[in-house]
């Protein structure tokens, strides 16, 4: 009885670091509506009654294997919301940080204005991907360096995708003159920075 009653305690804390932490995510991602929890601990919460209800009629049913089944299912859904809100965790933040990570370095050898700033939060942001903020403090520093990435791709002009494009495309040595032709945010961005003569383009 005393392994089954630290079992199901240990699922309880675990649900309820598991909602803290997706409060923690919204901080973050205020469109985030949910990673999960809700559903997983309702499931468990009915495995739960059950339980209870079959021993209250008789306490040694606790020694029926079903019962050591239906704590362990309430145990596997309390370690599956932690783990959920992690997996959903780091798949907002690679989204996030996606389009960026090969124009990083691109950046720097260009001696972009803007690229230092945009290396350095890009790399705190790598530094938070692992896991969900645990405190306040820490989810609105993560919200502010997304803001401050969202700034300094708008500074350098990278925010339109044929330009993020054409620049790894440009670093390959496969970027052709068609693209800026074509594509007006490119045109602007090689004048902004004037970048014209630093590609090898071709006219095919």
């Not at 309880?12 to 995510?25: I, N, R, S």
């Not at 339980?51 to 239906?70: A, F, T, W």
Request: hydrophobic content about 40%; charged content about 35%; aromatic content about 4%.
């Amino acid at each position: 009885m005393v392994g089954f009653n630290e079992k199901l305690t240990s699922a309880l804390h675990q649900f309820a670091e598991a909602e803290a932490l997706e409060e923690l995510v919204r901080v973050v991602f205020p469109d985030e509506s949910s990673t999960g929890v809700a559903p997983k601990r309702k499931k468990a919460a009915t495995t739960a009654r059950r339980l209870l209800k079959k021993l209250n009629v008789s306490i040694d049913r606790i020694q029926e294997p079903r019962s050591n089944e239906d704590v362990t299912t309430i145990v596997e859904q309390a370690d599956s919301s932690r783990r959920g809100v992690r997996d959903r965790w780091q798949t907002l933040m690679k989204k996030k940080r996606a389009p960026y990570e090969k124009l990083v370095e691109v950046a720097r050898d260009l001696k972009l204005s803007g690229a230092e700033e945009l290396s350095d939060v890009m790399e705190r942001l790598g530094g938070s991907l692992a896991q969900p903020p645990s405190s306040d403090r820490k989810a609105e520093t993560i919200r502010d360096d997304l803001e401050e990435l969202r700034l300094a791709v708008q500074r350098l002009g990278l925010d339109d995708e044929p330009v993020r494009k054409f620049l790894v495309d440009a670093a390959a040595g496969n970027a052709g003159l068609k693209v800026p032709l074509e594509e007006k945010a490119v045109r602007q961005f090689l004048e902004k920075h004037n970048l014209w003569t630093l590609f090898r383009v071709s006219t095919r």
